[in-house]
């Protein structure tokens, strides 16, 4: 038997039925596969952060899961969207006005720079091209484009899943080019809102992050300074994790808090007026969603037992290991109708499509389960639904509901 990764909080200690924002799971399946994300949970995630970074504004990466629906209840939540698409600009501006949205991403198209530059979304510019670009479709437009510049970090955040800085990158321009660039879009007359900064994903190492995040403090201070101009806006990045796998410990978000209130307290942009924020997409949204699918299936094949579900990688491919894990490892599962209950055997609960690699749980202690029992994947209200090959092998898109 392999181990799973550990049940987030919410649903740790229930036993039975698995519930979802109060409903029994059994009703929200009416349809299978779905997406069930419960919007308390976001909403608890979200005061926790209040608590832990009072002063520093909080923006939601919509990549993490852009589903409109949910989008219309977190909007109000936070203080600004991050998108990293014209597409995800759209959804954005349907549900939050464009001085709180910042779009970041290499490779923007000149249609994406003339949306955002249009809507007064702000322009997170990945190269001294891009800037240009923009500083033209501005002109040519006659509106002053709000322009913010990523930064290639000189640093990189320890221990993340997935780093972005302190290396070649295609995101961000080289610090060393940074000061320069500043001074280009100011003297052009843009409206230049400051500077994103964005290390890496994934941490639970609140140590690793709060090393990044005094990093980030000074290399901000430091391009100011080089520039002469203080940044009206410091996207600080974010990389919080959450535990997927066996052993996984949850980051101390409250040591994170504490140290960098100290860091900014410290540092001379502060005083001087500088806002700060973190995007946070994982952190805030993950834990929120359970990916229910049914047992079509229970065969044996030498000497182990597969339980074959509705749905798989097709929808839920981060849980097959397949999006950016170098091991397999378990995500948590559960057997719906019995949470809590011992392991009475061991299983491995595979997808439907024609791939070894849509395999959901490998060789994990489940309840005895039946075809048309339920399967609960957790930590599926990330990089989920619409971070899945939804196409691949032509099976019908998941429902996705939102609850609470
Ligand atoms: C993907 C991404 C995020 C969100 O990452 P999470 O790990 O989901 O928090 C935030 N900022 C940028 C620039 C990103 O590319």
Redesign the pocket.
């Known amino acids: 038997m392999k181990p799973m990764g550990p049940l987030p909080a919410e649903f740790a200690e229930q036993s039975g039925m698995l519930t979802i924002a109060g409903t029994r799971a059994e009703d929200w399946a009416t349809a299978t596969p779905a997406f069930v994300y419960d919007v308390g949970i976001i909403a608890a995630r979200v005061e926790r952060f209040r608590a832990a970074f009072p002063g520093i504004d909080l923006h939601y990466?919509i990549?993490?899961n852009p589903l409109p629906a949910l989008l219309e209840r977190v909007a109000p939540m936070v203080d600004g969207l991050?998108v990293?698409s014209g597409g995800e600009l759209e959804t954005a501006l349907a549900v939050m006005s464009a001085r709180s949205i910042s779009f970041?991403?290499p490779g923007k198209r000149d249609a994406e720079l003339i949306g955002a530059i249009r809507a007064g979304a702000t322009l997170n510019v990945e190269s001294e091209g891009e800037a240009e670009r923009a500083l033209r479709l501005g002109e040519e437009l006659g509106v002053t484009p709000r322009l913010a510049v990523r930064v290639n970090p000189d640093v990189e955040l320890r221990g993340s899943?997935?780093k972005?800085g302190g290396r070649p990158s295609p995101?961000g321009v080289d610090a060393v080019r940074v000061a320069a660039l500043v001074r280009r879009i100011v003297d052009a007359g843009a409206d230049w809102r400051g500077f994103?900064i964005?290390a890496g994903?994934?941490a639970l190492d609140a140590g690793a992050i709060i090393e990044t995040q005094a990093a980030t403090l000074a290399l901000a201070a430091r391009l100011g300074d080089e520039a002469g101009l203080l940044p009206p806006f410091v996207n600080l990045?974010?990389?919080?994790?959450v535990p997927y796998f066996s052993g996984d410990v949850p980051l101390d978000v409250e040591r994170v808090g504490v140290a960098l209130a100290a860091a900014v307290a410290d540092c001379d942009l502060t005083a001087a007026g500088t806002r700060y924020g973190i995007?946070?997409?994982?952190?805030l949204v993950?834990e929120a969603g359970v990916y229910l699918t049914r047992i079509v299936d229970r065969k044996e094949s030498q000497g182990e037992t597969f339980l074959v579900t509705d749905g798989g990688l097709n929808h839920q491919l981060a849980a097959s290991g397949n999006f950016g894990t170098v091991v397999r490892r378990n995500y948590p599962l559960a057997l719906v109708h019995e949470m809590g209950g011992a392991a009475a055997e061991t299983v491995s609960v595979v997808g439907p499509l024609c791939t070894p690699l849509d395999r959901l749980g490998d060789r994990i202690g489940l309840p005895r389960a039946e075809a048309g029992d339920l399967i609960a994947v957790f930590l599926a209200g990330?990089?989920g639904a619409s971070a899945s090959p939804t196409a691949f092998l032509g099976h019908p898109p998941a429902t996705e509901i939102v609850a609470g």
């Open positions: 990466a990549k993490a991050d990293a970041a991403g899943g997935m972005m995101f994103h964005y994903s994934q990045g974010g990389g919080f994790g995007e946070l997409g994982r952190w993950a990330a990089y």
